[in-house]
């Protein structure tokens, strides 16, 4: 495993960075990153950018907002939340393993005397409350892992700054996006600082190495890495992308994520779909929302297409059958 320093807290820069290094740093094996966001929310890939935020209070508060790379929900950064991302071998696996890669994270902080556990999805829990999601994205024979730890975050920014559908607040039942998260800080007996707390993690993940091999970015790298930034990570089409006009909405929740379906029908034929969601993935959903464009909105004229496609390999954990109700009833 090799370590990469990254003291940046622009969260494009970050983000272009995970990126670069999962694409194209593939003679290492396995490949360790920690780094802190300037205030910022993180969609997830899937996601409606604009049904996800309080435009409003997040424009005046000058707060970032960008796209990632990985499915699920989206989250808030500020200079109290640590990321942490490992990049390693993908063993023929198309599941999502959240729990093996939250164990660094959990062990840490039972050295610190605080108990913390894995719990539905992708979540890790201090006494039920939520203080690190997880999300990976996989290709290639390789897995990009990362999570966002809650370690001092201001609370009354996040729950401001995100918008959560009631159904989700329902669905965990509890009354509000503040009510169900913590600060690992709270919790701790002695007081140490975020830095204090990334170094304890950092020394963790070498504890069986006898020397941690640090990676300097190169010249080149970090030209890259500048490039995939403006071109992607800074722009408009990435981050918000265009919804189609509909006038069929769908909305359904799984326990694997929510997908809501915007349907423009035209004369019985759809002439536009687009999924959004906080499920998680592989591959491009528009290969799956090409294939249905020109189709006859009846279940017997999607199924024909459906059944043509791996439902789970783009919707992981829902079916064929399921997607197909989803999208007609």
């Not at 890669?101 to 959990?106: L, M, N």
Request: with cysteine; charged share 30%; hydrophobic share 35%.
């Amino acid at each position: 495993m090799i370590y990469i320093k990254n003291d940046c807290n622009k969260p494009q820069f970050n983000l272009a960075l995970e990126e670069y290094v999962f694409n194209y740093l593939d003679e290492f094996d396995e490949i360790f990153l920690l780094w802190i966001n300037e205030p910022t929310i993180v969609v997830g890939k899937h996601q409606n950018t604009i049904e996800e935020i309080n435009t409003k209070y997040v424009r005046e508060n000058n707060i970032n907002v960008v796209r990632r790379l990985s499915g699920g929900g989206a989250v808030y950064h500020d200079l109290g939340n640590l990321n942490y991302t490992i990049i390693s071998k993908n063993e023929g696996s198309n599941g999502f393993d959240f729990k093996t890669f939250s164990q660094p994270v959990i062990e840490v902080l039972a050295q610190l005397g605080v108990k913390a556990e894995f719990t539905g999805r992708n979540d890790i829990v201090i006494d039920r409350k939520k203080f690190c999601g997880n999300a990976q994205y996989m290709k290639k024979g390789r897995i990009l892992h990362h999570g966002a730890m809650l370690f001092d975050v201001e609370l009354d920014v996040l729950s401001k700054s995100l918008k959560v559908s009631q159904d989700k607040i329902v669905s965990k039942g509890v009354k509000s996006v503040r009510s169900r998260v913590t600060n690992i800080k709270d919790h701790l007996k002695e007081d140490i600082t975020i830095g204090d707390f990334k170094d304890l993690l950092l020394k963790h993940m070498f504890k069986d190495k006898e020397d941690m091999e640090v990676y300097e970015l190169t010249e080149e790298d970090l030209e890259n890495i500048n490039k995939l930034m403006e071109e992607r990570y800074m722009t408009w089409d990435w981050t918000y992308g265009e919804s189609p006009e509909f006038n069929i909405r769908k909305n359904r929740r799984f326990p694997s994520g929510n997908v809501e379906i915007l349907i423009d029908v035209d004369n019985g034929y759809i002439k536009d779909i687009k999924f959004y969601g906080d499920f998680f993935g592989h591959g491009e959903l528009k290969d799956v929302e090409e294939k249905l464009i020109g189709t006859r909105y009846n279940g017997d004229d999607i199924e024909k297409v459906l059944k043509d496609i791996n439902v789970g390999y783009y919707f992981s954990g829902i079916s064929h059958d399921e997607l197909l109700e989803s999208i007609t009833n």
